[in-house]
């Protein structure tokens, strides 16, 4: 039963161009959040969707940034135009249904690197 | 906003040594408190929920407690292996989870 998949696991892009970041969750769960980690910091929440729904979108930046949950494929974290400050790490995690038990599964993240 | 605190930033033992950590939070209605473990070039890795002050959680060398305005992950006779970075996060109900800057705990042979 594979874990949430994320890919690719590192990615550089040069300023201005396009990142696409992909997340397909566990088997079974059908709620999606991104986070990111800067370096020296915590996880930040980015956005929690659901299929077809963006449920919260309060930490996402709100220009450049943009995701998606597709009724068929992965969660899509989409950044235009990348600059140096979007270097992170980004995290991708599934729960079967909103709650507090159990926490999140988490994958491996994807490292984006912006030169 | 709710906040998490972790302390200490780093933290190294000889194995062995028993030792603990700190997570002191400020949240709106507490519905969990978790902890992850998180290996370099990984992602965080669930090891315990926690919802009620005096609650205690075990794992292997692991035990995890929590009070009103904090948790402590105690780590019994700890081995090289359980060298990562811990982290604890908060959740108040709402879509998100609210974690802190972690301890890094290096676990000398």
């Known amino acids: 039963n594979a874990g949430v998949m994320q890919n690719p696991r590192h990615l550089v892009r040069r300023r201005g161009q396009e990142a696409r970041l992909r997340c397909s969750p566990m088997?079974?769960?059908?709620?999606v959040y991104w986070y990111r980690q800067l370096p020296e910091e915590g996880l930040k929440f980015m956005v929690y969707?659901?299929?077809?729904?963006?449920?919260?979108e309060s930490g996402m930046p709100k220009e450049r940034f943009s995701a998606e949950f597709p009724k068929e494929g992965p969660s899509i974290l989409r950044i235009q135009q990348v600059v140096r400050g979007d270097s992170a790490a980004y995290f991708c995690a599934s729960s079967p249904e909103v709650s507090a038990d159990g926490g999140y599964t988490f994958g491996s993240g994807t490292r984006l690197t912006v030169v | 906003e709710d906040q998490v605190t972790q302390s200490p930033e780093a933290l190294r033992l000889q194995e062995g040594e028993s030792s603990s950590l700190n997570c002191s939070y400020t949240?709106?209605?507490?519905?969990?408190l978790f902890w992850y473990r998180q290996d370099p070039g990984k992602g965080p890795e669930f090891l315990f929920t926690?919802?009620?002050a005096g609650e205690e959680k075990e794992k292997e060398r692991l035990k995890a407690t929590l009070t009103k305005k904090e948790s402590f992950l105690h780590i019994t006779a700890p081995k090289p292996e359980d060298s990562a970075t811990y982290l604890c996060a908060v959740h108040d109900g709402g879509n998100q989870f609210y974690f802190g800057t972690g301890t890094s705990l290096t676990v000398i042979p």
């Open positions: 088997k079974g769960h059908s709620h």
């Open positions: 926690l919802y009620s």
């Open positions: 969707l659901q299929k077809e729904n963006i449920i919260d």
């Open positions: 949240v709106s209605g507490l519905r969990g």
